[in-house]
């Protein structure tokens, strides 16, 4: 059962890599770095059980916290980035 | 899954090469700047592929394991990291004073404004 | 006893991971950058309480339990809120809902 | 499997042109690669590659490319001399590592050197568990002062070039209302970032983490609280000029524990001569040290931040 969540895991930030390559818009890409980071939390977690790594959650817990932290910065900074641009065309 | 032995070592090449490449092709500064992070990524898997015993637990001392990963090239690397984020501070507050100053961050046109400006005073 | 906790966290887990799956697939499949937040935020909100529920169920009850209940409310709360906050983004950076897209293309004109 | 990604979110990298994009990547990248130092037993690195890769050097970039544009210009250069310049080195250096020792080997030479000292001995040196932390701060001490007067250095540098950050609001985008949300969830949620940062700091010698880990986590709670309060508020709670005096404190704090040690007769940075009991002086010295290293981290973030998130662009 674990593996086959690890596969599952695996195969959906397989999807979510292709969305951010691919993306068309930048919120594409936020939302893929989002999705992805929570992946990895998982995948962390998960992993981390199935072949007994010590200390792995603290390491998911940090990451679920910059994980916030980071697409709360790129929406800032993106918004920031917009603002000016249209700012400078008026 | 048994991959061969060099494999690690394999596709650190080729991430380091791939930064090398954005390092002395792209002109702009920031992307650069992005490459040596990729160069420098790719020397951390380095160090830790070396540090790395098959079946050895990490360095941190308990009664179940026998074996342990050599915890010396991840002390190296745990500070290089922290060390690696400040200096790529310093580099990108570079970028942007030279923004400031030549309102471009691509060399190309940093190095005609250098040229112009060596002209004007000739 | 022991078997129904390892039912539960099969099922759990099997859970879990359809969801995943299904939200790699809709952030791949969907139109529209709405919906596939949709399909993003939603999928992983549950899926990822439940399969963390599903690892807790698993192990002993540890100082490891109590971080994985942790980061499953870190992600109930975190997650939510930074969709709502890129969809917010999203729309002032321009972006408009399928279903608006074909009524709005005029009204985008006296809008701005 | 995590190295054929890895290689896939490079050449991607290399390969975009929108920098806000690459940006992303980069993390992505960067996730991609605390997960495989988790695979390679390097717990510590996770951790830390987690704590800045994911969170301080995306966040960096992105307030520089506030300052400078996101746009990258196409070059028309020919990229074939580059292409071979990095073919033959890449040709080389893998030619080079035929010989290496297959990975996991451990009879590699890398094993045989002082790795094996460090295993046997540190407990009974230092009763620390945490060999990264033993090496760290115990062992090579020096290594790693040196390595903090570094970070500090790197943070006066662009406090010089950027200047510290005035007092001024750098928030004026987007509307209130969503904003609101996100206030009250990252008010939730701060408290226990910096417990979780304190845990970091103090249970390091016992699991992973240590002051570099504990410093950038205590760091991105403020950079958290920046970003939804605005510069004006957070330079309420910790103001800019503190920021270089902390470092400084921090500092202090390691080389004081080393010239203490000096002063009763023992070598620079000798723990052992901080209490009558040797383990117990290398506890309290590593603990100390330990702080010392996470004020100067903490501190030196804060401040690159602040330095980067108040500049004003130049038109």
Known sequence: MLFATLIALLGAMLLILARAFAGPSVYDRVLALNMFGTKTVLLIAVGGHALGWTGYADIALLYAM???????????????????????RT | MELPGLFNYWVVVVLMMAGFYVVIEQGNLVKKLIGLGLFQASVFIFYISIGKVADGAPPILGDAAELYSNPLPHVLILTAIVVGVATTAVGLSLIVRIHEQYGSVEEDDIHRADVQADEDEA | MSLLLDILSGL??????????TGGIGLWRLPGVFCRMHAASLNDTLGTPLILLGLMLQMEPSLTTLKLVCIALFIMMTNPSATHALSRAALHGG???????AAGAEDESSKR | MLLALLLAVAFAAVRMRDLFSVVMLFSIYSLLTAALFMDLDAVDVAFTEAAVGAGVSTILMLASLRLVGRSEQARRRNPLLALSVVAVTGAALIYGLSDAPLLGDPNAPAQQHVAPYYIQNAMADTGVPN???AVLASYRGFDTFGE????????LAVMLLLGSGRARDNQQYGSEDDRNIQRLVVRALIPWILVFALYVQFHGD????????????????????????GHRVTAQVIPAHWLPRLGALGAL???????????VGQPFLDYAALAQDPIAGQHLGILLVELGVGLTVF????????AFSTREQLR
Do not use: K, M, W
């Open chain 4, 148 to 155: 903090t007067l570094v970070v500090f250095t790197a943070g």
């Open chain 4, 206 to 229: 016992f699991g992973a983490g240590g002051g570099f880990q504990a410093g950038v986590i205590f760091a991105s709670a403020f950079v958290l609280f920046d970003l939804v309060h």
């Open chain 4, 131 to 133: 060999l990264v932390t």
């Open chain 3, 95 to 101: 972006e408009r809902p399928l279903a608006d897209r």
């Open chain 4, 299 to 306: 501190s030196v973030i804060t401040a690159i931040y602040y």
């Open chain 1, 66 to 88: 910059l994980n916030f932290i980071g697409t709360i910065a790129v929406l800032r900074f993106f918004e920031a980035t917009a603002s000016d641009a249209r700012e400078e």
């Open chain 4, 253 to 263: 704090i390691y080389g004081g524990v080393g010239l203490c040690s000096l002063f």
């Open chain 3, 12 to 21: 759990a887990l099997l859970a879990g991971s359809l969801l995943c799956i």
